[in-house]
């Protein structure tokens, strides 16, 4: 099958997909990713996972990524910045130690192992929940300030503990790195997220905008999120959060308008799709049998770990249990900090093949019912007599 034709299906079937489930009352998302399963190795196997799906998925989620920048309020994510840390320390430690805990003294795992598979479940990423909250509507809400700041806390907590993890117990190529040149290069990136996002991102925006050439502003923004990314994976962080940077630096220029009506159909009419599609060509159910229990324990813990974790740090300030079961759904699904994480202990000689595979199952599979979960939360939220807090009313308190 030659890659256009692959694009043509994946296309066709992800809005046919879309349209059932948005017609079932579902987000839409979750049709997309049925498509990945139902269309690839696992069912029909029309659509398999190739390096140029894979390219393209990543440039989809990097652009989801910053579309949900580009929509983002910088005042609401710094007001909500404490709630945002706790959420993300609990939902660390609940998902970790109980993952831990189940190898050990369930499965009986060497404990080095059994952290390591705890650290894969407590990494978060939000690109998922970032279109579910978008389609509902509470993206700029408090919840959804939480939720993208917990998930950016989640990403640097998970770097600094996986390289505490690797420099002790590793021994592979992928321990050789010492945990402060991987702090220097974390701090490395914040400071040119802060200092391109201040100082340069506006000038370029405004040196673009005089060229004479069609769409130049447009084509300036497409350079500033894929040159965000490119910062984010050379200084070691995931290439999604340099994008999210990028599109929050131009969130607060006078280009935010008109270049989200410009990027959200480049994104969602071509690259978005592939992304979605390629969660669910990941799943195999072949040898699978075996690792059942052990893969069906882990979905369990990697859920309620994060649930539980992000609902009782969103309590600690205060915000009522349907608020707070909202902000715990949204850090359940995993991504590609996780994948990172399990190709790190698979190089350092932490896990095997075996456990790596179902470590990828569990992902994909909590990837896929973490929407689920967060609608039916967020429709529990509004019902109440307790709203979401929107933008509007932040400001109209200040």
Same mark, same amino acid.
């Given at each position: 099958?030659?890659?256009?034709?692959?694009?043509?299906?994946?296309?066709?079937?992800?809005?046919?997909?879309?349209?059932?489930?948005?017609?079932?009352?579902?987000?839409?998302?979750?049709? #997309?990713?049925?498509?990945?399963?139902?269309?690839?190795?696992?069912?029909?196997?029309?659509?398999?996972?190739?390096?140029?799906?894979?390219?393209?998925?990543? =440039? *989809?989620?990097?652009?989801?990524?910053?579309? $949900?920048?580009?929509?983002?309020?910088?005042?609401?994510?710094?007001?909500?910045?404490?709630?945002?840390?706790?959420?993300?320390?609990?939902?660390?430690?609940?998902?970790?130690?109980? @993952?831990?805990?189940?190898?050990?003294? !369930?499965?009986?795992?060497?404990?080095?192992?059994?952290?390591?598979?705890?650290?894969?479940?407590?990494?978060?990423?939000?690109?998922?929940? !970032?279109?579910?909250?978008? #389609? +509902?509507?509470? =993206?700029?809400?408090?919840?959804?300030?939480?939720?993208?700041? $917990?998930?950016? @806390?989640?990403?640097? +907590?998970?770097?600094?503990?996986?390289?505490?993890?690797?420099?002790?117990?590793?021994?592979?190529?992928?321990?050789?790195?010492?945990?402060?040149? +991987?702090?220097?290069?974390?701090?490395?990136?914040? *400071? @040119?997220?802060?200092?391109?996002?201040?100082?340069?991102?506006?000038?370029?925006?405004?040196?673009?905008?005089?060229?004479?050439?069609?769409?130049?502003?447009?084509?300036?923004?497409?350079?500033?999120?894929?040159?965000?990314?490119?910062?984010?994976?050379?200084?070691? +962080?995931?290439?999604?959060?340099?994008?999210?940077?990028?599109?929050?630096?131009?969130?607060?220029?006078?280009?935010?308008?008109?270049?989200?009506?410009?990027?959200?159909?480049?994104?969602?009419?071509?690259?978005?799709?592939?992304?979605?599609?390629?969660?669910?060509?990941?799943?195999?159910?072949?040898?699978?049998?075996?690792?059942?229990?052990?893969?069906? $324990?882990?979905?369990?813990?990697?859920?309620?770990?994060?649930?539980?974790? *992000?609902?009782?740090?969103?309590?600690?300030?205060?915000?009522?249990? &349907?608020? @707070?079961?909202?902000?715990?759904?949204?850090?359940?699904?995993?991504?590609?900090?996780? =994948?990172?994480?399990?190709?790190?202990?698979?190089?350092?000689?932490?896990?095997?093949?075996?456990?790596?595979?179902?470590?990828?199952?569990?992902?994909?599979?909590?990837?896929?019912?973490? &929407?689920?979960?967060?609608?039916?939360?967020?429709?529990?939220?509004?019902?109440?007599?307790?709203?979401?807090?929107?933008?509007?009313?932040?400001?109209?308190?200040?």
């Amino acid at each position: 099958m030659t890659y256009l034709v692959q694009l043509v299906l994946i296309l066709l079937l992800t809005k046919l997909g879309a349209h059932v489930s948005n017609r079932l009352k579902f987000p839409s998302v979750i049709g #997309e990713l049925l498509v990945g399963v139902i269309a690839g190795p696992a069912i029909l196997h029309l659509l398999v996972p190739t390096t140029f799906v894979h390219y393209f998925a990543e =440039l *989809g989620v990097i652009i989801l990524m910053f579309i $949900a920048g580009l929509e983002g309020d910088l005042n609401l994510l710094l007001r909500y910045w404490r709630p945002a840390l706790t959420v993300a320390t609990l939902g660390v430690i609940f998902p970790t130690v109980g @993952a831990a805990a189940l190898c050990i003294f !369930v499965f009986g795992f060497h404990w080095s192992t059994s952290i390591f598979i705890g650290l894969v479940l407590s990494a978060t990423s939000v690109s998922i929940s !970032v279109q579910v909250l978008k #389609e +509902m509507g509470h =993206l700029n809400t408090r919840e959804g300030a939480i939720i993208l700041g $917990a998930a950016v @806390a989640d990403d640097i +907590m998970c770097v600094i503990l996986l390289g505490i993890c690797v420099g002790i117990f590793g021994t592979g190529a992928a321990s050789n790195q010492p945990l402060a040149l +991987m702090l220097l290069t974390k701090l490395l990136f914040f *400071g @040119a997220m802060f200092i391109l996002g201040r100082w340069f991102v506006p000038r370029f925006l405004q040196f673009f905008s005089q060229l004479t050439a069609s769409e130049n502003e447009t084509t300036g923004a497409i350079i500033l999120c894929f040159g965000f990314a490119a910062i984010a994976v050379a200084l070691g +962080m995931s290439d999604v959060l340099g994008a999210y940077f990028a599109g929050l630096a131009i969130s607060q220029t006078n280009f935010k308008d008109k270049l989200a009506l410009k990027i959200e159909p480049i994104g969602y009419a071509l690259f978005i799709p592939v992304f979605f599609v390629s969660i669910g060509l990941n799943i195999s159910f072949t040898g699978m049998q075996h690792d059942l229990p052990f893969i069906g $324990a882990l979905i369990i813990i990697a859920i309620l770990g994060k649930q539980i974790g *992000g609902a009782l740090g969103a309590r600690l300030f205060h915000l009522d249990w &349907p608020a @707070a079961n909202v902000v715990g759904a949204g850090m359940i699904s995993r991504g590609e900090m996780a =994948l990172v994480v399990a190709n790190v202990a698979l190089g350092a000689h932490l896990i095997d093949q075996n456990h790596y595979t179902a470590m990828i199952v569990v992902t994909v599979v909590t990837t896929i019912i973490a &929407p689920f979960v967060l609608k039916l939360f967020i429709q529990q939220s509004v019902n109440q007599p307790v709203k979401s807090i929107k933008i509007n009313e932040v400001k109209s308190n200040e």
